[in-house]
């Protein structure tokens, strides 16, 4: 599986982005996506997460500004709106999909996209 983010840019501080992520694969109800970012000599840390279970985990800095959502329509494009941008929002963003391969014993398979830049100036 090929995961394609893309969206990043240079944007204003109160700007919004939409960032993509492509899946060479249909993304199913059941996986696992999200997204996270590495800012420039951090560790990489989650933005947002979607066990496919109903509900959406954000890092606090993010929550109530950034929203994750996959497109049903194409099945296998997930997306993160972004609004409200900050300059420490600066950072590489990466597309992240857990797919349960073998359900009756539980395993997953990691894939990760090749990273978008976001830079948000003050």
């Known amino acids: 599986v090929q995961l394609q983010a893309s969206g990043g840019g240079l944007v204003q501080a109160g700007a919004s982005l939409k960032l993509s992520c492509v899946a060479s694969?249909?993304?199913?109800?059941?996986?696992?996506i999200g997204w996270y970012w590495q800012p420039p000599g951090k560790q990489r840390e989650m933005v947002a997460i979607?066990?496919?279970?109903?509900?959406?985990?954000y890092s606090a800095s993010v929550k109530g500004r950034f929203t994750l959502s996959r497109d049903n329509r194409t099945g296998n494009t997930v997306y993160l709106q972004m609004n409200s941008l900050k300059p420490e929002d600066t950072a590489t963003y990466y597309c992240?999909?857990?797919?349960?391969?073998?359900?009756?014993?539980?395993?997953?398979?990691?894939?990760w996209g090749q990273g978008t830049l976001v830079t948000v100036s003050s």
């Open positions: 992240w999909l857990q797919i349960l391969a073998a359900p009756m014993f539980d395993y997953r398979v990691d894939y």
């Open positions: 694969t249909g993304i199913f109800p059941t996986d696992t």
């Open positions: 979607d066990s496919g279970r109903g509900t959406t985990n």
